[in-house]
């Protein structure tokens, strides 16, 4: 699924709204994050950032179903560095001594696995609410690599993922857009 059908509904029902998107990734700025995250990037990813750079600002935003906000590839590393050092510090539970070989553990566990509050470095936020409630691509191995899984802010990743991979999330959120999506909503003015 290409961002296009979306960017193409959003340039013509929301011109204002469309002008706040960044410019899209480059092939640098691609390679770049492959290189932080130390895995290559899902393709359906990396064509919607090297079409869709995110929103300059992404208060209340509410463009991916129903509630999140796109991040650009800038935004995406540096809320994932943000959130790799928070929850390394603050969430692992006073009992695991070993908090490397905890999160090793959490790593070998397959893709769309509930992880609990530990942010892994595989993953890479994708979209963010007015909570601080991230979507993210979980790049761990397994049949669902790829998949996008919500981190809530109090209870992480505890959930089965929403989307098997970014591309239906576009198209999820392509159908949002052609139906239930407001024009008439204040951030889309």
């Known amino acids: 699924m290409s961002w296009s059908r979306a960017d193409t509904w959003l340039r013509s029902h929301t011109p204002e709204l469309h002008a706040k998107f960044l410019p899209p990734a480059t092939p640098a700025d691609l390679a770049a994050a492959e290189e932080v995250v130390g895995a290559p990037l899902p393709a359906g990813l990396t064509a919607w950032w090297a079409e869709c750079g995110g929103l300059a600002n992404v208060n209340y935003t509410p463009i991916i179903p129903e509630f999140y906000s796109p991040l650009g590839v800038g935004q995406a590393l540096e809320v994932r560095k ?67 899984t919500q981190f809530d802010e109090v209870e992480g990743a505890d959930e089965e993922p929403l989307w098997e991979s970014v591309d239906a999330m576009l198209q999820a959120v392509v159908e949002w857009l052609e139906g239930d999506f407001r024009t008439e909503w204040p951030i889309a003015r």
């Open 82 to 148: 943000m959130m790799m050092e928070i929850r390394r510090d603050v969430a692992v539970a006073p009992e695991i001594a070993d908090v490397d070989a905890h999160e090793a553990s959490k790593l070998a566990e397959p893709a769309g696995s509930p992880i609990g509050d530990l942010w892994l470095p595989l993953f890479v936020p994708v979209a963010v609410d007015a909570s601080g409630t991230y979507l993210f691509a979980d790049l761990r191995e397994g049949p669902l690599r790829g998949c996008v």
